[in-house]
């Protein structure tokens, strides 16, 4: 299908749903805030899961962290996010519009009115969104919502050293929330100025920056393609000098083909030492490891990808969705991961009679502490098996009529359409076995 078309297709799926709703709805919405709905959740959070388990539960040179969301300003002064955390702004004097100057196909001719020659000079905005902490609004009680997790691992660094009794090369990885203030979000969840992040801060001797900087590209570039993205949909595109960071000495980002074509989805940065000495000098306190085999004393390099949880959602869901045709009906599926999809199987009786419930609702119990599982007994199976589909759920479990006398149901794969017949007692480890890849 055409890629414009296939975005609509997603977001209306998205509502239709509910994995994403438009915040605020009720009273017409809050430009570029989103509430992720029952399904929005679920997959929301076996996206984190699943990137905990790569960067965390898997190594043991990782640990995690929670850091506060509200920041004090000499965090980000010395970070250099209240000089240099800014995008320039113009605005069309003919139609009032905003956009970000370096975002501008044509800089003489606004893309909204068409207006030639109509932009003020350009003038630089900070994203921080700025709050006061107590009941005085005044300069002495300034605070800042974070933009981003990373600074809380760099403040933290001694204290995770001292706890974790970790050595470099080791990370510190954190989810949750950060916030900016964007003058042109847009593209759904794409940019959006409330987002999740999935951030590691991976400290290393300074000489081995670029192996590992080299090692976290593969890595994250093999995470993706591992929970089911195709290959030709990603790519790796290392930053040219003029698009560094001040604290960069190389960066890449890995990148999606959108259906407005490639954008990012995850950066990795080699941040060198810039973080750990300019907190240092800031605060006065020493963020450097001593090497007692060697007697070196030296700060670390830090290696970190950062990548966007509500943004990578909105990727795995865009792959994930194809149309096909089954018993000459259009059928939507979204061919979701099954560690990514909301539900891993539902439950559905054959028919709404008393005498299966409460066979199904034995099923169902049987299911649910071992994973998230749909119910539904409403409507045709058919109908049933195609609104499962749509919701990526990789297995459909039938109780039918001959349940009452085998004691056994038929799971049906959300992808072969391949139909077996399992004993209910074999019925969580014949699941295990299937979602254990």
């Given at each position: 299908m055409p890629e414009p078309e296939l975005m609509e297709q997603v977001v209306n799926l998205c509502k239709r749903r509910g994995f994403v709703f438009p915040s605020a709805e009720i009273y017409g919405g809050f430009r570029s805030t989103y509430d992720y709905g029952p399904l929005g959740i679920l997959m929301l959070r076996n996206v984190k899961e699943a990137w905990w388990r790569a960067m965390v539960q898997c190594r043991d040179d990782v640990?995690?962290?929670?850091?506060?969301?509200?920041?004090?300003?000499?965090?980000?002064?010395?970070?250099?996010?209240?000089?240099?955390?800014?995008?320039?702004?113009?605005?069309?004097?003919?139609?009032?519009?905003?956009?970000?100057?370096?975002?501008?196909?044509?800089?003489?001719?606004?893309?909204?009115?068409?207006?030639?020659?109509?932009?003020?000079?350009?003038?630089?905005f900070n994203l921080m969104f700025k709050t006061f902490v107590g009941p005085v609004e005044d300069d002495a009680n300034v605070a800042y919502l974070r933009p981003e997790t990373a600074q809380g691992m760099f403040v933290n660094f001694a204290n995770v050293l001292n706890t974790s009794r970790k050595?470099?090369?080791?990370?510190?990885?954190?989810?949750?929330?950060?916030?900016?203030?964007?003058?042109?979000?847009?593209?759904?969840?794409?940019?959006?100025?409330e987002f999740e992040q999935m951030e590691m801060e991976f400290f290393v001797p300074p000489a081995e920056g670029a192996q590992w900087f080299e090692y976290w590209c593969d890595a994250r570039m093999r995470w993706y393609t591992d929970l089911g993205m195709p290959a030709d949909k990603l790519r790796l595109r290392h930053h040219d000098a003029e698009e560094l960071s001040h604290y960069s000495a190389g960066t890449a980002d890995v990148e999606f083909m959108y259906p407005w074509g490639w954008g990012e989805l995850e950066g990795i940065a080699n941040r060198t030492d810039f973080d750990l000495k300019a907190h240092a000098a800031a605060s006065g306190e020493k963020l450097e490891y001593?090497?007692?085999?060697?007697?070196?004393?030296?700060?670390?390099?830090?290696?970190?990808?950062?990548?966007?949880?509500?943004?990578?959602?909105?990727?795995?869901?865009?792959?994930?969705?194809?149309?096909?045709?089954?018993?000459?009906?259009?059928?939507?599926?979204?061919?979701?991961?099954?560690?990514?999809?909301?539900?891993?199987?539902?439950?559905?009786?054959?028919?709404?009679?008393?005498?299966?419930?409460?066979?199904?609702?034995?099923v169902l119990s049987l299911l649910q502490p071992h994973w998230m599982v749909d119910y539904d007994e409403t409507q045709s199976i058919g109908?049933?098996?195609?609104?499962?589909?749509?919701?990526?759920?990789?297995?459909?479990?039938?109780?039918?009529?001959?349940?009452l006398e085998d004691r056994a149901v038929t799971i049906r794969d959300r992808d072969s359409l391949d139909q077996?017949?399992?004993?209910?007692?074999?019925?969580?480890?014949?699941l295990r076995t299937r979602l254990s890849g």
């Amino acid at each position: 299908m055409p890629e414009p078309e296939l975005m609509e297709q997603v977001v209306n799926l998205c509502k239709r749903r509910g994995f994403v709703f438009p915040s605020a709805e009720i009273y017409g919405g809050f430009r570029s805030t989103y509430d992720y709905g029952p399904l929005g959740i679920l997959m929301l959070r076996n996206v984190k899961e699943a990137w905990w388990r790569a960067m965390v539960q898997c190594r043991d040179d990782v640990v995690g962290l929670d850091a506060a969301i509200l920041s004090a300003p000499r965090i980000w002064e010395a970070s250099g996010h209240l000089a240099n955390f800014t995008d320039p702004l113009v605005d069309c004097r003919k139609c009032n519009e905003r956009f970000r100057e370096d975002q501008l196909e044509d800089p003489t001719t606004c893309p909204n009115c068409a207006a030639k020659d109509s932009f003020t000079e350009a003038r630089q905005f900070n994203l921080m969104f700025k709050t006061f902490v107590g009941p005085v609004e005044d300069d002495a009680n300034v605070a800042y919502l974070r933009p981003e997790t990373a600074q809380g691992m760099f403040v933290n660094f001694a204290n995770v050293l001292n706890t974790s009794r970790k050595k470099p090369p080791f990370g510190i990885a954190q989810m949750g929330k950060s916030f900016r203030n964007e003058i042109t979000p847009g593209n759904f969840v794409f940019r959006t100025r409330e987002f999740e992040q999935m951030e590691m801060e991976f400290f290393v001797p300074p000489a081995e920056g670029a192996q590992w900087f080299e090692y976290w590209c593969d890595a994250r570039m093999r995470w993706y393609t591992d929970l089911g993205m195709p290959a030709d949909k990603l790519r790796l595109r290392h930053h040219d000098a003029e698009e560094l960071s001040h604290y960069s000495a190389g960066t890449a980002d890995v990148e999606f083909m959108y259906p407005w074509g490639w954008g990012e989805l995850e950066g990795i940065a080699n941040r060198t030492d810039f973080d750990l000495k300019a907190h240092a000098a800031a605060s006065g306190e020493k963020l450097e490891y001593f090497d007692q085999a060697s007697g070196e004393r030296y700060v670390p390099y830090v290696i970190e990808p950062a990548a966007g949880a509500t943004r990578t959602m909105m990727a795995f869901l865009i792959a994930a969705y194809t149309e096909d045709e089954v018993g000459g009906e259009a059928r939507t599926v979204l061919r979701l991961h099954h560690r990514l999809a909301p539900f891993k199987a539902a439950v559905l009786p054959l028919s709404k009679k008393d005498t299966l419930t409460p066979t199904a609702r034995e099923v169902l119990s049987l299911l649910q502490p071992h994973w998230m599982v749909d119910y539904d007994e409403t409507q045709s199976i058919g109908r049933r098996y195609r609104r499962q589909d749509e919701i990526g759920t990789p297995f459909c479990i039938t109780v039918d009529f001959e349940t009452l006398e085998d004691r056994a149901v038929t799971i049906r794969d959300r992808d072969s359409l391949d139909q077996v017949r399992v004993p209910i007692d074999a019925l969580v480890d014949e699941l295990r076995t299937r979602l254990s890849g």
